[in-house]
């Protein structure tokens, strides 16, 4: 399943890359490509023909918010959280036995910090 969205990860510059050239670079990082390399930056960029791994669904389960990782038609339990779902709102409540789906961690921890 191809879903159309980008995964963005900053990171400092590994001390390997330190001083190379854009051609060392792309002998290092085979199937990327470069889209900026200067003195301050570099921007690689990939496309990827599979699931990103990346997919949540909140639920709730126990009277708690719980976070699942959804891979093709299953589900995996990653994180059991504190939030008390008796005091979410009744719409809150019934999206959640419904499922809610997050795309990527920033996604997923801002509907996290919506509930607590």
């Known amino acids: 399943m191809i ?8 990171s400092s510059i590994p001390t390997e890359l330190v001083n190379k ?5 792309q002998e290092q990082y085979q199937g990327w490509t470069v889209e900026e390399f200067s003195r301050n930056q570099i921007i690689l960029y990939r ?9 949540y669904v909140l639920r709730e ?3 708690k918010v719980v976070v699942y990782l959804r891979t093709g038609d299953t589900e995996e ?14 719409t809150d ?10 795309n990527g ?3 997923l921890n801002q509907l996290i910090e919506d509930y607590e």
Do not use: M, P
């Not at 879903?3 to 900053?10: D, K, L, N």
């Not at 339990?77 to 009744?90: G, K, M, N, P, R």
């Open 3 to 10: 879903v159309g969205h980008t995964i963005e990860q900053y």
């Open 21 to 25: 050239t854009e051609e060392d670079l």
């Open 47 to 55: 496309d990827f023909d599979s699931e990103c791994g990346e997919h």
């Open 61 to 63: 389960k126990d009277g």
């Open 77 to 90: 339990l990653v994180e059991e959280t504190d939030i008390a779902t008796e005091f979410l709102t009744e």
């Open 93 to 102: 409540r019934i999206e959640l036995q419904n499922g809610i789906e997050a």
């Open 105 to 107: 961690r920033v996604e």
